[in-house]
Nanobody
Framework: QVQLVESGGGLVQAGGSLRLSCAASGTFFRIRDMGWYRQAPGKERLMVAFITRSGIVNYADAVKGRATISRHNSEDTSKDIVYLEMNSLKPEDTGVYYC???????????????WGQGTQVTVSS
């Protein structure tokens, strides 16, 4: 199984910046895509950014130009890390940020989705 631990959330003033990290650990074959998702109070969880294992990235329109997602693919694939850097933060960026990954438990498994516990980001105006 894969465990995902996020860090880097907190209270930030509008216009500021932050960097979130998500570290994977556990026993599995490989992580494919890694992404960040935001859930605002009373709203559904939405994609902020994701990155494939080969480095192809995609961003939600709301954060394009303000966010950068990157990842470190460990030689020991059980230690992959994904980062999200955001600047020019806005109050509407507030929410719980979840790390989500597509993981192959074994070489012959189908892809499964795994989530971290989430980290709160609050942007004050």
């Amino acid at each position: 199984q894969v465990q995902l631990v996020e860090s880097g959330g907190g209270l930030v003033q509008a216009g500021g910046s932050l960097r979130l990290s998500c570290a994977a650990s556990g026993t599995f074959f490989r992580i494919r895509d890694m992404g960040w998702y935001r859930q605002a109070p009373g709203k559904e969880r939405l994609m902020v950014a994701f990155i494939t294992r080969s480095g192809i990235v995609n961003y939600a329109d709301a954060v394009k130009g303000r966010a950068t997602i990157s990842r470190h693919n460990s030689e020991d694939t059980s230690k992959d890390i994904v980062y999200l850097e955001m600047n020019s933060l806005k109050p509407e960026d507030t929410g719980v940020y979840y790390c989500g990954v597509d993981v192959l438990p074994t070489e012959w498994s189908t892809l499964q989705c795994a989530w971290g516990q989430g980290t709160q980001v609050t942007v004050s105006s």
